[in-house]
C-alpha cells in the first residue's frame, strides 16, 4: 500500500505474556520511528531508526522493550514479560529523510495494545 | 526534559472564530516544525509545517508563525469548522551527527470546534 501500515491493529494479551509489533513503512522512507500514546497523554518517543540503525534508543521505557528493522523497512517492536503499564497505543511513522521538508512523517494507525 | 510544550492541555472555540494553539520549545538547535492534527482511533496525519529560517507560512485556513527568539509557535485555524476538532501535536526535528534528525513531539493540545 502507499501508507504506513501496523500489525496487528488490536492486540489483547495476557499480563507476562511476550507480544510483537510490527510496522511496514512507506516504500523508499529511509527514517522510522515508534511512538506510543498511553490513555490521556502525549506521544512518548521510543526509537528511531535511520536505514536500519538505531542511532536513538533513549526512549525504550526498559529493557523489556527492543525493536529491530530489517532491509531498511519492516520493523519489529517487541515487548517482552508485558506489564500493565505497557498499554497504550503503539504508532510507528516513516519520514523519506533526515532534514527539512523530507523530515515530514507519515503515521500509521497504530496498535492497540491492552495488557490484562 | 520536555523539549516541546503545548501548556494548554485543551482549547474550546466557536465555528467561525479563529483558534490560536500554542507550543514552545527549548532547543535551539531544532531547525524544522510541524504541526499534526490526530482523530480518536487514527494515527496523527501532517497539517503544516515551518523553516526555522522562515517566521510565518500560510496554507488556506491554517497558518503557523515562528518566533525564535522566544523559541515560541502557533497554529492559526480561520475560520475554525467543527470539522476541525481533534488533538493537535506540535513537533520538532533537529539534526545531529551523530544519530541524524528525529522529532519530537509535545503533549498535545485538544482543540473542540463547536457550532
Known amino acids: 500500500g502507499a501508507g504506513v501500515s501496523q500489525s496487528p491493529s488490536n492486540k489483547v494479551t495476557e499480563k507476562g505474556k511476550d507480544v510483537e509489533l510490527r510496522c511496514d513503512p512507506i516504500?523508499?522512507?529511509?527514517?522510522l520511528y515508534w511512538y506510543r500514546q498511553r490513555l490521556g497523554q502525549g506521544l512518548e518517543f521510543l526509537i528511531y531508526?535511520?536505514?536500519?540503525?538505531?542511532?536513538?534508543k533513549s526512549g525504550l521505557p526498559s529493557d523489556r522493550f527492543s525493536a529491530e528493522r530489517t532491509g531498511e523497512s519492516v520493523s519489529t517492536l517487541t515487548i517482552q514479560r508485558t506489564q500493565q503499564e505497557d498499554s497504550a497505543v503503539y504508532l510507528c511513522?516513516?519520514?523519506?529523510?533526515?532534514?527539512?521538508?523530507?523530515?515530514?512523517?507519515?503515521f500509521g494507525q497504530g496498535t492497540r495494545l491492552t495488557v490484562v | 526534559d520536555q523539549q516541546v510544550k503545548q501548556n494548554s492541555p485543551s482549547l474550546s472555540v466557536q465555528e467561525g472564530r479563529i483558534s490560536i494553539l500554542n507550543c514552545d520549545y527549548t532547543n535551539s538547535m531544532f531547525d524544522y516544525f510541524l504541526w499534526y492534527k490526530k482523530y480518536p482511533a487514527e494515527g496523527p496525519t501532517f497539517l503544516i509545517s515551518?523553516?526555522?529560517?522562515?517566521d510565518k507560512n500560510e496554507d488556506g485556513r491554517f497558518t503557523v508563525f515562528l518566533n525564535k527568539s522566544a523559541k515560541h509557535l502557533s497554529l492559526h485555524i480561520v475560520p475554525s469548522q467543527p470539522g476541525d476538532s481533534a488533538v493537535y501535536f506540535c513537533a520538532a526535528s533537529d539534526w545531529v551527527e551523530t544519530s541524524g534528525s528525529r522529532l519530537t513531539f509535545g503533549e498535545g493540545t485538544q482543540l473542540t470546534v463547536n457550532p
Open positions: 516504500s523508499g522512507h529511509t527514517a
Open positions: 515551518i523553516s526555522s529560517i522562515k
Open positions: 511513522a516513516s519520514s523519506a529523510g533526515p532534514s527539512g521538508m523530507d523530515t515530514e512523517a507519515f
Open positions: 531508526f535511520q536505514g536500519n540503525s538505531a542511532p536513538d
